[in-house]
């Protein structure tokens, strides 16, 4: 019977350090699929609560999307939001009044984005670098 072979921190009874980059993209995964499945009308609550992390984490996102396969549907409707995602996308553009773009009412741009990210995410597009 052939034994298991454990490493030094296992047997010793220690977790395996994660690197502080890893956990934030886990916990912005889980963040991205809970939002996703609130009503749009909490989702736009939520995101104005959000800290100024999530938000430029969120934008961050948003200008990986440029370069992501999309599906036909989902890129008319972030091309309808061009000057918009532009300006998320945009780092002299301050946390505030990204976060005014991303909870407006009425032709909001939050639902379209969040769509398309979370398909994003789920195939590893947070794993790029930019």
Request: with cysteine; hydrophobic share 35%.
């Given at each position: 019977?052939?034994?298991?072979?454990?490493?030094?921190?296992?047997?010793?009874?220690?977790?395996?350090?994660?690197?502080?980059?890893?956990?934030?993209?886990?916990?912005?995964?889980?963040?991205?699929?809970?939002?996703?499945?609130?009503?749009?009308?909490?989702?736009?609550?939520?995101?104005?609560?959000?800290?100024?992390?999530?938000i430029?984490?969120?934008?961050?996102?948003?200008?990986?999307?440029?370069?992501?396969?999309?599906?036909?549907?989902?890129?008319?409707?972030?091309?309808?939001?061009r000057?918009?995602?532009?300006?998320?996308?945009?780092?002299r553009?301050?946390?505030?009044?990204?976060?005014?773009?991303l909870?407006?009412?009425?032709?909001?741009?939050?639902?379209?984005?969040?769509?398309?990210?979370?398909?994003?995410?789920?195939?590893?597009l947070?794993?790029?670098?930019?």
């Amino acid at each position: 019977m052939a034994r298991k072979r454990h490493s030094k921190a296992a047997k010793r009874g220690r977790r395996r350090k994660v690197k502080a980059s890893e956990r934030d993209k886990s916990h912005f995964a889980s963040a991205i699929y809970r939002l996703k499945k609130l009503p749009k009308r909490r989702q736009v609550q939520a995101i104005g609560m959000a800290n100024d992390k999530f938000i430029r984490q969120f934008c961050s996102r948003v200008k990986k999307l440029r370069h992501a396969k999309l599906s036909p549907k989902a890129a008319s409707s972030l091309k309808r939001h061009r000057k918009q995602l532009r300006s998320l996308a945009n780092t002299r553009v301050s946390v505030k009044r990204k976060r005014q773009i991303l909870t407006q009412r009425g032709g909001g741009i939050f639902s379209a984005i969040l769509g398309s990210l979370a398909g994003a995410v789920l195939k590893g597009l947070e794993t790029f670098h930019l």
